[in-house]
């Protein structure tokens, strides 16, 4: 089991950005063996898969919404997961969270995690 922690939300303008992180803790298995990943959840919706990443990093998935306008990263020596959100859009406003996938068979583009943050909470408004 991963305990992991988002931070980095907040409330931002209609076309400005915001830097989430998540970081992993917790004993056992390392961080660079977890597939990593976001998801996020409008209120009234369903929560959605926002973005994922391999386990060194190399490949990158993303839903075609927030295609081209967010970039996920993660630095393994620090355990840490990003999403960098660019050109944020007011149908952007959700809760964030970071998700692990410790499956042997994970990988970016089938990403079923299951290991869960608290979610940070993102607000586009003017």
């Known amino acids: 089991q991963v305990h992991l922690v988002e931070s980095g939300g907040g409330l931002v303008q209609p076309g400005g950005s915001l830097r989430l992180s998540c970081a992993a803790s917790g004993p056992g298995r390392t961080f660079s063996t977890y597939v990593m990943g976001w998801f996020r959840q409008a209120p009234g919706k369903e929560r959605e898969f926002v973005a994922a990443?391999?386990?060194?990093?190399?490949?990158?998935y993303y839903a075609d919404s927030v295609k081209g306008r967010f970039t996920i990263s993660r630095d393994n020596t620090k355990n840490t997961v990003y999403l960098h959100a660019n050109s944020l859009k007011p149908e952007d406003t959700a809760v964030y969270y970071c998700?692990?996938?410790?499956?042997?068979?994970?990988?970016?583009?089938?990403?079923?995690?299951?290991?869960w943050g608290q979610g940070t909470q993102v607000t586009v408004s003017s």
């Open positions: 990443i391999s386990r060194s990093g190399d490949i990158t």
């Open positions: 998700a692990a996938d410790g499956r042997t068979a994970a990988r970016a583009t089938m990403f079923a995690p299951g290991n």
